[in-house]
């Protein structure tokens, strides 16, 4: 099981469209995904498929079982949502986490990939979220404040977990611009911060997507073929690839961080955000 955390400095960019329709097309793909949806403010990946989550990880902090938290969505695909409960993942006690990652570790077998939405900004669980990610996926625009406060969201990362490794999508801008968005973004970024940015790709406007997601339908389930559709589909083919080359500097991160990751996975989650269990 593989964990890929989907962020940006800024809200507004594109990280719940990019999580719902790269889920989709992991699932397509034949591999079984869960969303755990890490966005407090605006907790929406289940409207995007059109359904309501009724459970959320508070149920499961509450001493539910994890089968009853979970959300299916569609076929290969289902949803651990967050909501309030994610504010108290940060406080509770070690007994309480014992628990709650054991009820984690016994869903471990049944996905390939978790997908974690994460909430903008620099908040201590938005950073946690990304540390115990394999693989984080950055989004920026070209819009300038999107481009600053990605920055920032890096280096705050790196700063405090030491994270090294970072997938770079550019959304809303042509497929030449977002060559060029993300050649100026690297050159900024490397020049003041000592990390690896690798470019995922690009998605463009598009405005087949934008209809069929304001009727809460995600454009890789409408059967039309949209320029957005097949450039997430390449996304999803690169980031499986990103980890087969993934560099050994990020998993010795992730194990210092978090004890062994290969046992924890997801379970990290319940880990305070210092990381010192
Ligand atoms: N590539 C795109 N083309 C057209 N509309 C997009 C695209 N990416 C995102 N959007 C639209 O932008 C808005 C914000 O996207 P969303 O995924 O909710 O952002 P975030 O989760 O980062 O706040 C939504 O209305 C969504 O439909
Ligand atoms: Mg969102």
């Known amino acids: 099981m593989k964990l890929i ?3 940006s400095g800024k809200g507004g960019v594109g990280k719940t469209t990019v999580t719902c329709n790269l889920a989709m097309s992991l699932a397509a793909a034949g591999h079984r995904v869960l969303i755990f949806d890490g966005d407090i403010g605006m907790a929406n990946v289940d409207i995007f498929f059109g359904v309501r989550a009724e ?3 508070k149920n499961l902090l509450d001493g539910e079982s ?15 949502a967050g909501g309030s409960g994610l504010q108290e993942l940060m406080t509770i006690s070690a007994f309480e986490r014992r628990e709650v990652v054991q009820q984690i570790q016994s869903i471990h077998l049944n996905y390939d990939f978790v997908i974690i939405d994460t909430a903008p900004g620099l908040h201590d669980y938005v950073l946690h979220l990304n540390a115990v990610a394999d693989q984080c996926v950055l989004l920026i625009t070209q819009d300038p404040s999107s481009f600053a406060d990605a920055y920032a969201l890096i280096k705050t990362l790196n700063a405090k977990y030491k994270m090294k490794d970072f997938q770079v999508v550019c959304n809303l ?14 050159e900024v970024v490397e020049k003041f911060l ?20 304001q009727m809460q339908r995600l454009v890789m389930r409408q059967g039309v073929h949209s320029e957005a559709q097949k450039q997430i589909q390449q996304i999803s083919v690169k980031l499986i690839d990103s980890f087969i080359v993934q560099s050994p500097a990020r998993q010795t991160i992730g194990t210092t961080a978090f004890g062994s990751e290969e046992k924890l996975g997801l379970g990290g989650i319940f880990f305070p955000a210092s990381g010192h269990a």
């Open 5 to 7: 955390s989907v962020t």
């Open 55 to 57: 459970r959320n990880i």
């Open 66 to 80: 994890i089968h009853n938290c979970i959300t299916k969505l569609v076929k290969n695909i289902d949803l651990l």
């Open 173 to 186: 801008v042509t497929e030449e611009n977002g060559g060029a968005l993300f050649i100026r973004f690297a």
């Open 194 to 213: 000592t990390l690896r940015l690798s470019y995922l790709g690009t998605i463009s406007e598009d405005i087949v997507l934008r209809k069929a997601q």
